[in-house]
């Protein structure tokens, strides 16, 4: 599938525009005041939410993208309009009302674990004259956008009366609807084009016990006759998807085994990505295969996730190995990702031009001093520079291949010479290994390392062997008479 057209796409979005705050910290007792954890709080992190995380997605993806929606006017709504701004999203459609308050919800997380999450939030329709001045700016603005996404978290946005208006102007245009529904009655999304709710949800819509592959279907059938829409995509977690069409057989899409993190925010990743891939000229059986494959990437993140275009393509080669390789401009999601998780991380750097045993034995003996090795390679001009002309001998594209294929390794980035500092501080490695043919003075790298907390670790080399010898070797050899 060919997701390079993604950055010609302009979707709209319209939904509820929310604030992701989460609170991390560790839990190391029971409060002496009732039968609770207390939660020593590290850090906190405050991240687009609702729609707001569909918009976040779409823009990652490379997409141009309008948001509309209602706020309030305090800190919260202030916090929506700057981050969406920094994104690049028009936000001429974003309304704030002073009555309203900005939709917050609060995740308290422990040892990667989710103990409580707060909501502050109203549920009442919006007000007459924001209804007025939402439902014109839909209108006017429908006609100039590719595909409608409709993010409905049931916070009063998202009514009936709304409804009417943008899938009357929808259809004037010729333009593609997709909804991720809320509630118990699917019949106010009549006229969308596709909805995609969870297996959840469209148990409780169809009135269906959903327990087996034959309950699905049935309760996909039933919501598919009860409702006015075209298509129906059923989301249902670790089992993949399924994709109903009123002129075709329901198309099955499997899952590939995740470890899952959190699943917050992977049905506004399923509504963006699909809503892409239709407006890329994609199919709708094609981009449910694509949203599926995109919701397994962001449920191994910890928190309201997006994926990434690189991401996303490496994932649909279903490539381990591409998916280890890291560019220098992914490492710090994945880093923060990864911090979150509460991860050990070792990192260990060198040309490694020729793999060799020296290097195996290194790469196993520092993945057990933590949880993930990332091995960082110098490219082919560092390479040149450090070890002469001829060098390297093998491509940095061919030594990440190789050194991907190992299982001890979790990532390889590729970095110049003069980018080490630059890696170290966005690694910030727990432990920095080297073998024991370097001192810790020659460890370059070593005071950094030290000074953001970590330190530097010298694995034992028992065996004289290395990569510029094992090819002045060869080469003797050549032009030995």
Request: charged share 25%; net charge negative; with cysteine.
């Amino acid at each position: 599938m060919d997701i390079s057209k993604f950055d010609r796409c302009n979707i709209l979005v319209v939904g509820d525009l929310m604030v992701d705050e989460y609170l991390w910290g560790d839990v190391e007792r029971i409060s002496p005041e009732a039968p609770v954890q207390v939660v020593s709080i590290k850090d906190e992190d405050y991240s687009l939410g609702g729609s707001g995380n569909v918009v976040n997605n779409i823009v990652a993806l490379g997409a141009k993208v309008s948001a509309v929606g209602v706020i309030g006017t305090g800190r919260d709504g202030q916090f929506l309009l700057n981050k969406l701004n920094e994104l690049g999203v028009d936000i001429a459609g974003i309304f704030q009302d002073s009555d309203r308050p900005t939709t917050r919800k609060t995740r308290i997380i422990a040892s990667s674990q989710h103990v409580l999450r707060i909501d502050r939030e109203t549920k009442e329709s919006i007000s007459e004259p924001t209804f007025e001045a939402i439902a014109k700016f839909m209108e006017d603005k429908i006609p100039d956008v590719d595909v409608v996404l409709i993010s409905d978290y049931g916070k009063g946005l998202i009514t009936e009366a709304l409804l009417a208006r943008l899938i009357a102007a929808a259809q004037k245009h010729k333009k593609i609807t997709i909804a991720d529904p809320k509630g118990l009655d699917f019949s106010k999304y009549s006229g969308v084009s596709l909805i995609t709710p969870n297996k959840k949800e469209a148990a409780l819509a169809s009135g269906i016990e959903v327990v087996d592959e034959e309950t699905l279907l049935e309760a996909g059938n039933k919501i598919l006759q009860r409702v006015g829409i075209d298509k129906l995509l059923i989301t249902c977690g670790k089992d993949g998807m399924v994709l109903f069409d009123r002129n075709k057989a329901p198309y099955k899409i499997r899952a590939e085994t995740r470890q899952v993190y959190d699943v917050s925010g992977a049905g506004d990743t399923v509504l963006a990505v699909i809503g892409l891939a239709v407006a890329s000229g994609i199919s709708f059986e094609d981009g449910a295969v694509l949203a599926n494959t995109a919701a397994g990437i962001v449920v191994e993140k910890v928190g309201t996730a997006t994926v990434s275009r690189q991401e996303l393509a490496s994932a649909l080669k279903h490539d381990d190995i591409s998916l280890k390789h890291k560019d220098l401009s992914e490492l710090p999601f994945l880093i923060q990702d990864l911090k979150k998780k509460g991860k050990r991380l070792v990192m260990t750097n060198g040309c490694f031009d020729l793999l060799h045993a020296g290097h195996i034995m290194l790469f196993s003996a520092s993945k057990q001093l933590g949880d993930v090795l990332i091995v960082a390679i110098d490219d082919d001009d560092s390479v040149k520079d450090l070890k002469g002309p001829g060098r390297p001998v093998i491509s940095a594209r061919e030594r990440v291949r190789i050194i991907s294929a190992l299982d001890t390794v979790d990532y390889v980035v590729v970095f110049s010479s003069q980018e080490l500092s630059k890696l170290i501080e966005i690694i910030r490695p727990d432990v920095l290994t080297k073998g024991s043919n370097y001192t810790s003075e020659e460890v370059f790298g070593r005071e950094l390392v030290e000074q953001l907390g970590g330190r530097v670790v010298l694995i034992p080399v028992t065996e004289e062997i290395s990569s510029t010898r094992i090819i002045d070797n060869i080469r003797n050899s050549e032009t030995a008479p």
